[in-house]
């Protein structure tokens, strides 16, 4: 599934196996986030810190291109397990990642990809507008004129996560002077043209650090320009974007397996009669991984029946997810709706896996239109 091989540390006894970066990450999330899920999807925990963590043990370095085999969901999962808000965070971090390491401009890569690999830099991705644009669901909301060593970009976008006061974020606008023209950059967070809103309360996720952005006049220079034009680097990194989606299901959907199971002591002699159980998710998220593993091999491929196989495996995933949600549900019967239980939790961040961008019905006509 990824670049997960042993390194050896030496100690009293001997010459021993250290840790992969998934069994490390795996404990964070235990020991570390699972104290703070609660608070995380009440909307009074943005979990800096951990997210700190993740990076330190190489959460968010994985997938880095030419850093070994890209490992395009294993740490996610490995965090959904735990929190599926916290895995959607680290999402957003690890697309930031993808964006900058596969950005042709080195004053860029030198700039931000180590601190942004190793957490030191948190961030998200503002892509949800500009994906949805390129299929006709949206027009682009963000317009930029070209001037002297950059640009001076204006606009709002009503959702952007894995933001504060100190971080950074990859987006899109259109060139004012050349209309159709699209140019990717980063957006720094503490610069004083870019201004967060709080958002309204969501069903869950509110400890995401999710805020609508405006942009009064920002000046955007050359070293934060991930590409211009962005037309071909978005078909370079669009199945990365997508892929890396899928821990988000495969996390929410073992950590259901497991709701299941938890009960079956008190409630399997009825529980048998409902028509899906644990191995049937079992199964169903093994071959997920297996498909994730085999498409995120080859990340750039442009064919475009690769394309509509990463479309449908993310379709899968989020029906997958609020599937493996549901069912955990109705195995824990009155005690899952009571507020505050772990299935009630995992079936409104399952809802979240189909509906963030692209959505179910996105993915459905990006599938239609062929």
């Not at 670049?3 to 990450?25: R, W």
Request: hydrophobic fraction near 45%; charged fraction near 20%; charge should be negative.
């Amino acid at each position: 599934m990824g670049s997960l091989g042993q390194h050896l540390a030496v100690d009293g006894a001997g010459v021993m196996p250290m840790p992969s970066t998934v069994e490390q990450v795996a404990a964070i999330a235990r020991n570390e986030l699972a104290p703070l899920a609660a608070g995380i999807d009440a909307g009074t925990v943005y979990p800096a810190e951990v997210l700190r963590r993740f990076g330190e043990v190489g959460a968010w370095s994985s997938h880095v291109p030419d850093n070994g085999e890209a490992d395009l969901n294993s740490a996610i999962a490995a965090i959904g397990e735990v929190c599926g808000a916290s895995a959607f965070m680290a999402w957003c971090q690890n697309t930031l990642v993808w964006y900058i390491a596969n950005s042709s401009n080195r004053a860029l890569v030198d700039r931000l990809l180590d601190d942004a690999a190793c957490g030191r830099l948190l961030g998200g991705t503002g892509l949800s507008n500009p994906m949805k644009s390129f299929f006709g669901i949206e027009k682009l909301k963000l317009k930029g004129r070209k001037v002297e060593g950059g640009y001076v970009v204006r606009g709002a976008l009503p959702w952007v996560s894995n933001l504060g006061p100190d971080h950074i974020f990859g987006t899109i606008f259109e060139r004012e002077d050349a209309p159709g023209e699209i140019v990717m950059f980063v957006a720094d967070c503490a610069d004083p043209a870019v201004t967060l809103q709080p958002c309204q309360p969501f069903l869950a996720m509110d400890g995401t650090g999710t805020y609508g952005i405006q942009f009064r006049d920002l000046f955007v220079p050359d070293e934060l320009i991930l590409a211009d034009p962005a037309g071909p680097f978005v078909k370079k990194i669009r199945a990365g974007f997508i892929l890396l989606q899928a821990g988000m299901a495969l996390g929410l959907i073992k950590d259901c397996i497991k709701i299941m199971q938890e009960v079956e002591a008190p409630l399997g002699h009825v529980n048998r009669y409902l028509p899906q159980q644990p191995v049937d998710f079992s199964a169903l998220a093994d071959e997920l991984a297996k498909e994730t593993a085999i498409l995120a091999s080859d990340p750039y491929n442009t064919d475009e029946t690769y394309w509509r196989k990463v479309v449908a495996l993310r379709l899968r995933a989020g029906e997958a997810s609020v599937a493996a949600a549901h069912a955990a549900m109705l195995h824990c019967g009155a005690r899952g709706y009571i507020k505050g239980n772990r299935a009630e939790r995992r079936l409104r961040e399952a809802y979240f896996v189909a509906i963030v961008t692209p959505a179910t019905k996105q993915l459905r006509k990006m599938l239609a239109d062929g």
